[in-house]
């Protein structure tokens, strides 16, 4: 008896060019999904650390000057000009129409004194300014004063003054893209609690 041999094609060994080609395909599909995700993930991620970076500098900043602010024994002025530059421009009695100006000068019950300079970095070299007696509320190095603002104003002569803060922080980065950058604004206003 002779037998034919015969070959069976899913019994064979090995793929054939179009079955790899197929997977070739599907490996290259699922790869390219997988890194879009990633990559949008990534990104996600530097906006979000971005914006957490700010928000962290201005809550700190404005929680330590409202807290200051609020038990004060005394205002004791505001101006457009440091105190020890030129203490005549400090104005002591707060508008009813009120100015923006950059310092604050208080006084606490222990009878030490505070300045508060609130300077935008417009015109200036640097980054701008939050700082209380000179030492920064922010990190410089982490983020930049857009604008900022000191105003207060009271109703009359028996009420408390109230201090409005305005300022806006954005993230300092080399980088022009944009889960890179961030820019918040931040707004108090506290009335004085120990007048």
């Not at 990633?38 to 979000?48: E, F, I």
């Not at 300077?119 to 200036?124: E, R």
């Not at 000179?134 to 009271?154: F, G, M, Y």
């Amino acid at each position: 008896m002779f037998y034919k041999k015969t070959f069976n094609r899913f019994g064979s060994k090995g793929f054939t060019l179009f079955e790899l080609l197929i997977v070739i395909l599907l490996v290259a599909v699922v790869g390219g999904i997988s890194t879009v995700i990633l990559v949008s993930s990534l990104r996600g991620s530097d906006r979000t650390n971005s914006i957490n970076k700010v928000r962290t500098n201005g809550y700190y900043a404005i929680t330590q000057m409202t807290k200051m602010i609020k038990y004060a024994k005394s205002f004791d002025g505001i101006s457009n000009a440091d105190w020890h530059s030129n203490p005549n421009a400090w104005v002591g009695n707060c508008d009813s129409t009120p100015d923006p100006k950059t310092y604050l000068k208080i006084t606490s019950f222990d009878g030490g004194i505070t300045f508060f300079t609130c300077v935008d970095a417009n015109g200036l070299p640097d980054r701008g300014e939050i700082s209380s007696n000179s030492a920064s509320l922010i990190d410089p190095n982490s983020v930049k004063v857009e604008s900022c603002s000191i105003t207060c104003r009271r109703v009359s002569t028996n009420e408390p003054a109230t201090i409005t803060i305005d300022f806006a922080l954005s993230n300092v980065s080399g980088s022009n893209l944009y889960e890179k950058q961030a820019s918040i604004p931040f707004h108090t206003s506290v009335t004085m609690r120990n007048y």
